[in-house]
């Protein structure tokens, strides 16, 4: 069984940085697309960061220039690297990885900004 473990979030004031990682277990096959998804209150889920196999990576436009997302291919592993860190970045960050058929969520991890 899939299991995804996440760390690295807590409390930075505004400018400052974190990185979370998250390690994927319990899998033969090897992991597609790695992410980051992040839910703040009373908003919708969506995306931060997700990169391919292959390096290839996506981010949305509020977190370009700040964020940088990296991965470990032969350990399942996934980083998140925030810097410059704003209040709106307060969420809940998810991580979310895509073994064919199938996508897996990690219980997810706060991340709290103070301004």
């Known amino acids: 069984q899939v299991q995804l473990v996440e760390s690295g979030g807590g409390l930075v004031q505004a400018g400052g940085s974190l990185t979370l990682s998250c390690a994927a277990s319990?899998?033969?096959?090897?992991?597609?697309?790695m992410g980051w998804y992040r839910q703040a209150p009373g908003k919708q889920r969506e995306l931060v960061a997700t990169?391919?196999?292959?390096?290839?990576?996506n981010y949305a436009d509020s977190v370009k220039g700040r964020f940088t997302i990296s991965r470990d291919n032969a350990n399942n592993t996934v980083w998140l690297q925030m810097n410059i860190l704003k209040s709106d970045d307060t969420a809940v960050y998810y991580c979310?990885?895509?073994?064919?058929?199938?996508?897996?969520w990690g219980r997810g991890i706060q991340v709290t900004v103070s301004s």
């Open positions: 319990g899998t033969r096959f090897g992991v597609n697309v």
């Open positions: 990169i391919t196999s292959a390096g290839n990576t």
């Open positions: 979310n990885v895509h073994i064919v058929p199938n996508m897996y």
